[in-house]
């Protein structure tokens, strides 16, 4: 069956390898979006500085993952209705093994959201895939199924996408949006529910967040945070902040908007946290380690003015934050205060999560364009770079490479520096 799902096409002889570095979640090891490596591809195509490419068998829109010698991606099959879970040789690209699930609930999506949103996560021991109304599978990394755990349906009308976060040994996983929605701490060695937090929830395609939650030490403690869209339509959203160990309430911040895409965005030791809502909402920087609403002593600030569109998770670097429009533009903003520095027009629609490396930011558009840019105050554009096939997902940066999918290909980039 995998040689019928995916075929390997080897594009280029492989080279030394650059140092080592993995990249085991969604936004990378803690949720920043931000990889230590220096050695990334600046310049490609979707002929030139392509190592390998593997042929998918339908559109999807999750991040791979990459552990060691592994590259680990979820896929749709069937329209939704078989759920893959994918390992991948990340030097040859050859498959290693799949393990499907059947879904026999019949999910509502947006066109552009289809099934398998959510990305997989590993501890480098056990890989964890969220596949919604399919249930929460765990294999080892030699493909040997653990446990399915079937959390009921999602039945949100635009699809779920929030990706699983371990902590110790809990797997947290946010289990909506749509009725009901519900954050669980699962053991990781069962799939046992540790504990459940029961947050609001309407079905309807304008309340409900897809994003995914980040954990931050702040003082003594480390907190769980995750935007949540409020109570009712039209009322404000807000970040909420756990105790990752228990699931309680610690704090909660008012400010964002009823529809939230993007993971929180965290600056340096987690003492900026931005949170970016989704169709025209505001965007609002808080500070962790709360009591109770915490809205007058911890939100920083907050955008009056209605925001574009905005889908991907952004980047906070040396006091600038970074933020890219689902209209095409680049913004960067000063962290502690919102004060927009620049506005720079790159092109298409920019759906992709911002990545940054070496004082640099990578950003794709759904269009199949990936460009970099300077990670500074002053907007330069060193590189765009054409796939020429609908991109959803953000890139994946591990040891010296970088993997994009597209809706039709997994690529493995390397060279081009």
Known sequence: MLCQILTVFLAATLCAQAPAGNWPAWRGPDGTGISPETSLPVHWTATQNIRWKVPLAEPCNSTPIVWGDQVFLTQGLDGGKRRALIAINRLTGEVLWQQEVICDVEETAHRQNPSCSASPVTDGNVVYAN????????????????????????????????????HDNLLIVFHGPGQPSILY????????????????????????????????????????????????????GWFKGYDPTSGKTLWQVDGLGNEVYAMPIVGVAGRIIVGVSGHNGPTMAIRAGGSGNATE???????ENKNPQRVGSGIIYDGHLFLADANGVLQCLQADTGDVIYRERLAGNLWGSVLLADRRLYISNLEGDTFVVKASAEFELIAKNSIDEPTYAALAPAHGDLFLRTHQHLYCIGGGN
């Open 297 to 303: 002593t911890h939100r920083l600030w907050t955008t």
């Open 131 to 166: 596949f919604a109304s399919g249930g929460i599978l765990a294999c080892r990394l030699d493909g040997k199924r653990l446990w399915l755990r079937d959390l009921g349906p999602v039945l949100s009308r635009w699809g779920n996408g929030g990706s699983p976060v371990i």
């Open 185 to 236: 701490g699962l053991d990781c060695s069962t799939g046992k529910t540790m504990w459940t937090s029961q947050e609001a929830s309407i079905n309807s395609p304008v309340f409900g967040s897809w994003s995914t939650p980040v954990i931050v030490r702040t003082g003594n403690r480390q907190e769980m945070i995750m935007p949540l869209p409020g109570e009712k339509i039209g009322g404000p």
